[in-house]
């Protein structure tokens, strides 16, 4: 069942590349320059016309959120909004009847998640679902919705999860972006183009996971790490530090690169290992000079690079290439070795991967 592999989300993170493509299958005609999505088509006037969107999920799915929200401003210019589900269903929260509500979950079970649907949809707004499984709680409460297909999801960590959100929302703002003009045509195609290569991209990421492996049996003893990123991978940096936390034990931290020299800076010494996200298209100046403060306090470096990158690869202790793609579609391959890093520190040490300690694949309770 577990396919050769020795855990399931062993499985499930080399499943990518076919998750992916089967969240876009049928759904983006490169050839013709279409998106047909079910659920958006129906509502396409709702979706058109909302002056804001409001996501709501947690974990994982709320770092697929913060993802999405990057996209979404930058390709249909619209306001977004982030919320973890359990502060914004206690937080008597402002909602508009042009609002719209996309809540994404995997397990589509989240108590949380399903509370703070309820609530939007008793103020009127119109509630889209993300969902993974087929037929679940969330995925009937909402109005309309986007299936990932990514497949059963059994480890607890998500991966396959994260990135077939990602696609799904990229895919929604693709859409969202033509129809409403704020993305020129050409744009478009090339972006198609751009997210039907992701696939190929994520098999390449993951020929990395031999040098990954021996990086994680260099840092396996650590007792803190802390992951960087700045702007759409600032999200990839959160979620880097929650699969570490989640199935190693070991206490890890996100942070948006430039906010390291507000309080997290004090905490390196060359006992820190900091990943770092450092793809060539996103603020790469900023992240080599934030590369640079931490090197000059002998933080140890572990760098997520684009292909052929040379200036980190100088700087930092170890860089994991990724191949290039347009700058919203990094996620989708910077997550990858991260994944991976964390997965063999915790085989390495001797922990349960699939079925971490206190913690169950859906939280149905509050
Ligand atoms: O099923 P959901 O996507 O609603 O689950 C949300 C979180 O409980 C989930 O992402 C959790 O954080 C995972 N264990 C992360 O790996």
Not at 51 to 78: D, M, N, P, Q
Not at 91 to 109: C, F, K, L, T, Y
Not at 209 to 238: C, D, M, Q, W
Request: aromatic share 8%.
């Amino acid at each position: 069942e577990k396919g050769g592999y020795d855990h399931f989300m062993l499985k499930e993170i080399y499943e990518q590349p076919n998750a992916i493509s089967d969240t876009f299958r049928g759904r983006m005609r490169v050839d013709e320059g279409i998106i047909k999505m079910a659920g958006v088509d129906d509502n396409l006037t709702k979706l058109l016309n909302a002056k804001r969107i409001v996501i709501v999920a947690c974990g994982t799915s709320w770092h697929a959120g913060l993802v999405a929200e990057y996209i979404f401003e930058e390709l249909v210019r619209l306001p977004v909004e982030v919320e973890y589900a359990s502060e914004f269903r206690y937080r008597n929260p402002v909602i508009h009847q042009d609002d719209v509500i996309i809540a994404i979950s995997q397990s589509g079970e989240t108590a949380d998640t399903m509370a703070a649907i309820k609530l939007a949809k008793e103020k009127g707004a119109f509630v889209f679902g993300v969902c993974n499984v087929v037929g679940s709680s969330i995925s009937r409460e909402t109005h309309a919705g986007a299936y990932t297909h990514a497949g059963p999801e059994i480890g607890v960590a998500s991966t396959k999860a994260f990135t077939t959100q990602i696609t799904v929302l990229a895919l929604i703002a693709l859409k969202l972006a033509e129809s409403k003009g704020t993305i020129p045509k050409s744009d478009f195609h090339y972006y198609l183009q751009e997210l039907e290569r992701i696939p190929e991209k994520v098999k390449i990421s993951l020929q990395s996971a031999a040098h990954v492996k021996s990086i994680a049996e260099t840092y396996k003893e650590a007792k803190n790490f802390l992951y960087l990123g700045r702007g759409f991978n600032f999200p990839v940096a959160l979620e880097g530090a929650l699969k570490l936390k989640e199935i190693s034990y070991i206490h890890a931290e996100g942070y948006p690169a430039a906010e390291m020299k507000h309080g997290p800076i004090a905490l390196i010494d060359e006992q820190m290992p900091v990943v770092v996200i450092a793809t060539k298209k996103g603020h790469y100046d900023k992240i080599v000079s934030n590369i640079q403060e931490i090197k000059s306090r002998q933080g140890k470096i572990i760098a997520v690079v684009t292909e052929g990158d040379v200036t980190v690869k100088e700087l930092a202790d170890h860089v994991i290439e990724i191949p290039e793609t347009e700058e919203f579609l990094t996620p989708l391959l910077t997550t990858i070795p991260l994944q991976i890093l964390s997965y063999y520190i915790a085989v390495m040490l001797g922990k349960n991967v699939d079925q971490p300690r206190n913690l169950a694949k859906s939280v149905t309770v509050e």
